[in-house]
């Protein structure tokens, strides 16, 4: 038994975000690496800005958003962060949700779905591998990078992907399967 989380940063109205977790969890029920794929939408959760007295690596949880949020991450033995460039960077919901917890993420490995204009959300999924790579997290190399994300974009609000996005997509989901079992051992030894 094995769980993906696919974890949509974006939380402003209007955004690219949702279609592309939508068309991500798609493409993970169909590879059939994980017996379990759940889309996680951080506008769903709506975590305040960190609100908790205690350092996350306590595990000393006083808010009831932090000790549920902190069940969704532990129950997951993969991720992957659909997360859009702001500024050359990460936004700050994602990073704000990650830095709610410490031991739910630890030797669990993360992909990366980044989207924007002509960067593709590139610089943002490279800045991003310092703090996940600091809670033991293994980032893995393949990844989904859409660039001019607008264009794939249809009426409906969904994503046709080009042959290469779902190429791609394949290949990052085949080393989140392969990682996510090499890391599990490690995970039950905690």
């Known amino acids: 038994m094995s769980k993906l989380e696919i974890i949509v940063a974006s939380t402003r109205p209007g955004r690219v975000g949702l279609p592309v977790g939508r068309w991500l969890e798609s493409e993970a029920k169909q590879h059939n690496g994980f017996t379990d ?3 996680v939408d951080l506008a769903e959760w709506n975590l305040p800005f960190m609100d908790e007295p205690n350092h996350p690596r306590l595990g000393n949880y006083v808010h009831q958003h932090t000790r549920d949020w ?3 991450i ?3 033995d993969a991720f992957v962060f659909v997360m859009p460039e702001y500024n050359y960077g990460f936004n ?3 990073k704000n949700a990650i830095d709610y917890l410490y031991a739910e993420w630890l030797y669990k490995p993360v992909g990366f779905a980044s989207y924007g204009g002509v960067s593709a959300g590139t610089r943002a999924a490279q800045m991003i591998k310092q703090v996940v790579s600091a809670l033991k997290m293994v980032p893995v190399v393949e990844a989904v990078s859409i660039p001019f994300v607008q264009q794939f974009l249809t009426e409906d609000g969904t ?4 042959d290469v996005m779902t190429s791609a997509a394949k290949d990052m989901l085949d080393e989140l399967h ?4 090499t890391l599990r051992p490690i995970r039950l030894q905690r």
């Open 37 to 39: 794929v759940e889309l």
């Open 70 to 72: 902190s069940s969704k």
């Open 74 to 76: 532990a129950e997951a």
């Open 92 to 94: 700050a919901p994602l």
């Open 159 to 162: 994503i046709t992907p080009t």
């Open 178 to 181: 392969r990682m996510s079992d």
